[in-house]
T-cell receptor, first 114, second 115 residues
């Protein structure tokens, strides 16, 4: 069984730039969620995708956007990067479109904005 | 909105000691409760979960947690810890149904077990 994989593992960007992070869900999973984990904090829910549509969103501005593809992989896009966007971005997949389905997390992408 | 409070940010114990990590949440309705663990260099993984039924739930590696609705608590316990339990532990909550709100996590507890 292939787990959740994320790429790249590390990334350095400049303020104002745009970034795309990628995630392949665990085999058999059709739902992908993205979380932002700042240093010393717990993960914060960004949004969730099910059947290629966003079906839930946390308290993040519109410059955070995403996609889910027919193979259930996903992208997180962040425009107009700010210094506070520096964090570990976690992708998680699950097998249902319901919130009580346990999540399986990837190792994350460490984004540094300078 | 839901929130989760983990009382201990850093805990240091000796091997064989008993463990209890506190978790309180604020939400007036029915909730699902989780404990996740992140071992050094590894991804977050589910330790145990509570959806309904018996409020005492057992997870992997000898961990258990008790849901006390009147106290809005879901404390994690282990009777005898091992060095390999050194990790970051996160309590999380979400509300079932009504849309995909995602999990609300606490800030985590960094547990260090000394041999």
């Amino acid at each position: 069984e292939t787990g959740v994989t994320q790429s790249p593992t590390h990334l350095i960007k400049t303020r104002g730039q745009q970034v795309t992070l990628r995630c392949s869900s665990q085999s058999g999973h059709n739902t992908v969620s993205w979380y932002q984990q700042a240093l010393g904090q717990g993960p914060q829910f960004i949004f969730q995708y099910y059947r290629e549509e966003e079906n839930g969103r946390g308290n993040f501005p519109p410059r955070f956007s995403g996609l889910q593809f027919p193979n259930y992989s996903s992208e997180l896009n962040v425009n107009a990067l700010e210094l506070d966007d520096s964090a570990l971005y976690l992708c998680a997949s699950s097998s249902q479109g319901r919130v009580n389905s346990p999540l399986h997390f990837g190792n994350g992408t460490r984004l540094t904005v300078t | 909105a839901q929130s989760v409070s983990q009382h201990n940010h850093h805990v240091i114990l000796s091997e064989a000691a008993s463990l209890e990590l506190g978790c309180n949440y604020s939400y007036g309705g029915t909730v699902n409760l989780f404990w996740y663990v992140q071992y050094p260099g590894q991804h977050l993984q589910l330790l145990l979960k509570y959806f309904s039924g018996d409020p005492l739930v057992k997870g992997i590696k000898g961990f258990e947690a008790e849901f006390i609705k009147s106290k809005f608590s879901f404390n994690l316990r282990k009777p005898s810890v091992q060095w390999s339990d050194t990790a970051e532990y996160f309590c999380a909550v979400n509300a079932p149904g009504g849309g995909a709100d995602g999990l609300t996590f606490g800030k985590g507890t960094h547990l260090i077990i000394q041999p």
